[in-house]
């Protein structure tokens, strides 16, 4: 007859048999987890960028780098067009001494509002339909000396329409050249997010700010687009130092269009 001490060990080799099989069958069936950044490895996979197409301040003088659909979908170039750590928000940054187009003078990191699934240029009426866009969006960094940055805009032709522009702590949303149109708050703090949004229609643009009507300004156009991003207001020849760590930028964690 086996002793008592024999029975006691044979009980633990077959408890730790079991729990070792229990463990092994577990492993076999728990589902397995990706870390975040494996989930968003592009901008595409935080917003959703389907009709857009980006502008970036790299590429040729007056010939700046685009990225159009699908290209945009598996895309990202950093420090200017990237995901934020978390997945939570994309940021884009553009550097005073950017490439910038040929009918500017400043660079820019920026969307521009697409359709057809990303293959033609968004084109709306004021006078026609509803056209809204909706941003959540942080300032996150000025360009020194001249420290003013656009976030969000409505476009139309060959020049802006309205947008939101952060001149140093002053927030202000325009009204064609009048860069100081409206003051929406003299105290903004970098890295505070915030809703933007326009709504064109009747030949008016409704902007609020935080759900808050701001402004109304009028204009009939009908070669209309939304944009939003990092557009710096600021190059070499207003600001130092002259470099790649000399920039504005933007954080965009929602963006969304609709047209009725």
């Known amino acids: 007859m086996p002793s008592t001490r024999t029975l006691v060990l044979a009980g633990i080799t077959a408890a730790v048999s079991t729990a070792a099989f229990t463990l092994s069958a577990q492993a076999a069936t728990s589902p397995s987890y990706e870390p975040a950044g494996a989930r968003?490895?592009?901008?595409?996979?935080?917003?959703?960028?389907?009709?857009?197409?980006?502008?970036l301040p790299t590429g040729?003088?007056?010939?700046?780098?685009?990225?159009?659909?699908?290209?945009?979908?598996?895309?990202?170039?950093?420090?200017?067009?990237?995901?934020?750590?978390?997945?939570?928000?994309?940021?884009?940054?553009?550097?005073?001494?950017?490439?910038?187009?040929?009918?500017?003078?400043?660079?820019?990191?920026?969307?521009?509002?697409?359709?057809d699934n990303g293959a033609d240029e968004a084109e709306w009426s004021t006078t026609e339909g509803k056209h809204t866009l909706v941003v959540n969006e942080a300032f996150m960094a000025l360009p020194?000396?001249?420290?003013?940055?656009?976030?969000?805009?409505?476009?139309?032709?060959?020049?802006?329409?309205t947008v939101f522009r952060l001149d140093g702590k002053k927030l202000y949303i325009t009204d064609g050249d009048d860069s100081r149109h409206h003051l929406v708050t003299d105290n903004y703090k970098l890295?505070?997010?915030?809703?933007?949004?326009?709504?064109?229609?009747d030949g008016e643009i409704d902007v609020y700010f935080n759900g808050k009507l701001e402004t109304t300004i009028e204009h009939d156009g009908d070669t209309n687009y939304f944009k939003a991003g990092a557009y710096t207001q600021a190059n070499c020849d207003n600001s130092d130092p002259c470099a790649k760590g000399n920039y504005g930028e933007v954080r965009i964690s929602d963006i969304k269009v609709t047209h009725s």
């Open 191 to 201: 890295g505070t997010e915030f809703e933007a949004k326009f709504v064109a229609q």
């Open 40 to 55: 968003c490895a592009y901008p595409a996979d935080v917003l959703d960028l389907t009709n857009w197409k980006l502008t």
């Open 144 to 161: 020194k000396e001249k420290p003013q940055l656009v976030g969000a805009q409505v476009h139309g032709g060959d020049d802006d329409v």
């Open 60 to 115: 040729d003088d007056e010939d700046p780098t685009e990225i159009t659909q699908p290209k945009l979908a598996t895309f990202s170039a950093k420090p200017w067009f990237r995901v934020e750590d978390g997945c939570d928000a994309v940021l884009f940054r553009a550097a005073v001494n950017g490439v910038t187009t040929g009918g500017s003078s400043y660079p820019r990191s920026e969307l521009r509002e697409m359709t």
